[in-house]
């Protein structure tokens, strides 16, 4: 097994070395708490918000989407208590324990918040902020789409955006920066039904994460104590991940996301109500929420392995280490990678009218440079479910070979057969 540590600094080589994510702006010595995601990163990314949107939204009649502004009316944050409660301590400021308990200065609280300006005129009547979270445009949208949308409560809104938070202490590679994605679902209910649907949540929560192959002694609830509760929350359950790192103070156990009952402090906030037959009243919500960002590094961390000595399909010999990354099906960047053997024509000719034939239905790579067992190494590194080979007799048989990442069985299967066989695969997952 790969220590804590190590794993973490192979991850963040993997991640640069293969084209995951790497600091923004590198160039220049990047800027801390902010990443770009590279051409395997955006895969993953949009994978994992591709399955939480089918799971969540696509598939339930009692959910419908949203894509609100990043800056929206100031009066929205002033409502919520942004502007005067979210806040955090900067300690920096304080006592230095590290060098004799000199004294840097008073503590003092910022606002976690980033400020912008709109309009050509920079006053206060311009400040405006990123949001810090996607809920709040949800709330404030809560009429225009229960009514647009003829949705009658129990019911949710969900969405998909960037949110940004001036952390202090931004680290951990991806765990907590400063830009994010989140994936929210505020659910409205009935205040007479909120705990049922706080635990169904919380469940369906759970078992997504399993679903898509977190191993399930590596994923755990934690129930917030009293003391513990934000104001607006009832109750509040962590899904936790057991990261490889010190997180939130302690070693491994930390946040992957959260699922709060924020009873109905948030439409109150804004002087939203629901009516129907039996009254007027103002719904609880329960807010299943998370980080893209946190998510992708879970399901990387979850899917590493490392082999020593490596494995191989072909008669080379390899001593090498050798990484797979076991992603989920669903969630690989790269689903087919095809594998010409010889770069040469004719072979070149019939292995690109292969990729042509999938490109359109599967995400495709194609790999013609050094040996098939280092390029079989590649795609195993990078989580490429499957790898199909294009050799000299498939220019007579019309077959190629599929090889599978987790089994390293080989099939050939007719060349107008693999769009089937691949469909047939992915639907397994």
Same mark, same amino acid.
């Given at each position: 097994?790969?220590? #804590?540590?190590?794993?973490?600094? %192979?991850?963040?080589?993997?991640?640069?070395?293969?084209?995951?994510?790497? $600091?923004?702006?590198?160039?220049? /010595?990047?800027?801390?708490?902010? =990443?770009? =995601?590279?051409?395997?990163? &955006?895969?993953?990314?949009?994978?994992? %918000?591709?399955?939480? =949107?089918?799971?969540?939204?696509?598939?339930?009649?009692?959910?419908?989407?949203? +894509?609100?502004?990043?800056?929206?009316? $100031?009066?929205? =944050?002033?409502?919520?208590?942004?502007?005067?409660?979210?806040?955090?301590?900067?300690?920096?400021?304080?006592?230095?324990?590290?060098?004799?308990? %000199?004294?840097?200065?008073?503590?003092?609280?910022?606002?976690?918040?980033?400020?912008?300006?709109?309009?050509?005129?920079? +006053?206060?009547?311009?400040?405006?902020?990123?949001? $810090?979270?996607?809920?709040?445009?949800?709330?404030? !949208?809560?009429?225009?789409?229960?009514?647009?949308?003829?949705?009658?409560?129990?019911?949710?809104?969900?969405?998909?955006?960037?949110?940004?938070?001036?952390?202090?202490?931004?680290?951990?590679?991806?765990?907590?920066?400063?830009?994010? @994605?989140?994936?929210?679902?505020?659910?409205? &209910?009935?205040?007479?039904?909120?705990?049922?649907?706080?635990?169904?949540?919380?469940?369906?929560?759970?078992?997504?994460?399993?679903?898509?192959?977190?191993?399930?002694?590596?994923?755990?609830?934690?129930?917030?104590?009293?003391?513990?509760?934000?104001?607006?929350?009832?109750?509040?359950?962590?899904?936790?991940? !057991?990261? #490889?790192?010190?997180?939130?103070?302690?070693?491994?156990?930390?946040?992957?996301? /959260?699922?709060?009952?924020?009873?109905?402090?948030?439409?109150?906030?804004? !002087?939203? %109500? *629901?009516?129907? @037959?039996?009254?007027?009243?103002? $719904?609880?919500?329960? @807010?299943?929420?998370?980080?893209?960002?946190?998510?992708?590094?879970?399901?990387?961390?979850?899917?590493?392995?490392?082999?020593?000595?490596?494995?191989?399909?072909?008669?080379?010999?390899?001593?090498?280490?050798?990484?797979?990354?076991?992603?989920?099906?669903?969630?690989? #960047?790269?689903?087919?990678?095809?594998?010409?053997?010889?770069?040469?024509?004719?072979?070149?000719?019939?292995?690109?009218?292969?990729? +042509?034939?999938?490109?359109?239905?599967?995400?495709?790579?194609?790999?013609?440079?050094?040996?098939?067992?280092?390029? *079989?190494?590649?795609?195993?590194? &990078?989580?490429?479910?499957?790898?199909?080979?294009?050799?000299?007799?498939?220019?007579?048989?019309?077959?190629?070979? &599929?090889?599978?990442?987790?089994?390293?069985?080989?099939?050939?299967?007719?060349?107008?057969?693999? !769009?089937?066989?691949?469909?047939?695969?992915?639907?397994?997952?």
């Amino acid at each position: 097994m790969t220590p #804590p540590d190590d794993l973490m600094s %192979k991850l963040v080589s993997l991640g640069k070395r293969r084209g995951f994510v790497f $600091p923004t702006a590198e160039i220049y /010595g990047g800027l801390q708490g902010f =990443w770009d =995601w590279g051409p395997l990163g &955006v895969e993953l990314k949009n994978n994992i %918000k591709r399955m939480w =949107w089918q799971r969540f939204v696509q598939e339930r009649m009692d959910v419908v989407g949203l +894509d609100s502004a990043i800056v929206t009316n $100031p009066e929205v =944050w002033n409502r919520s208590g942004h502007l005067t409660g979210f806040k955090k301590d900067d300690l920096s400021s304080g006592a230095c324990p590290d060098c004799g308990g %000199k004294d840097l200065g008073t503590p003092r609280q910022f606002n976690l918040m980033l400020k912008t300006q709109v309009g050509p005129v920079q +006053d206060s009547g311009s400040d405006a902020f990123l949001r $810090p979270e996607t809920a709040q445009n949800i709330f404030v !949208n809560f009429e225009t789409v229960r009514t647009t949308s003829r949705l009658k409560v129990p019911f949710g809104i969900a969405q998909i955006g960037k949110a940004f938070r001036n952390e202090i202490t931004p680290g951990n590679f991806i765990f907590r920066t400063r830009e994010f @994605e989140q994936m929210e679902l505020e659910f409205f &209910v009935s205040p007479k039904e909120d705990q049922k649907w706080f635990e169904y949540w919380v469940e369906e929560s759970m078992k997504w994460f399993t679903d898509l192959g977190i191993k399930s002694d590596s994923i755990r609830q934690y129930h917030q104590k009293k003391e513990e509760l934000a104001h607006y929350a009832k109750a509040t359950v962590d899904v936790e991940f !057991n990261w #490889p790192f010190s997180s939130q103070g302690g070693k491994g156990w930390g946040e992957l996301m /959260g699922i709060a009952n924020r009873t109905d402090f948030d439409l109150k906030a804004h !002087n939203l %109500k *629901y009516k129907d @037959e039996s009254g007027e009243f103002t $719904p609880y919500v329960i @807010e299943p929420s998370f980080g893209v960002e946190r998510a992708a590094l879970a399901f990387l961390i979850n899917a590493y392995e490392e082999i020593e000595g490596g494995r191989t399909t072909t008669t080379e010999s390899n001593k090498e280490t050798e990484v797979v990354l076991r992603l989920h099906k669903s969630l690989a #960047p790269i689903k087919v990678a095809v594998l010409p053997l010889s770069k040469k024509e004719p072979l070149a000719k019939l292995a690109t009218e292969v990729f +042509d034939s999938l490109k359109s239905k599967f995400m495709c790579a194609y790999d013609e440079v050094s040996s098939i067992g280092r390029r *079989y190494r590649r795609q195993d590194e &990078v989580g490429t479910p499957y790898c199909v080979t294009v050799d000299f007799e498939s220019l007579e048989d019309k077959k190629a070979t &599929v090889r599978d990442r987790d089994t390293m069985k080989q099939e050939r299967i007719p060349i107008a057969e693999l !769009n089937d066989y691949c469909r047939d695969k992915f639907n397994e997952s």
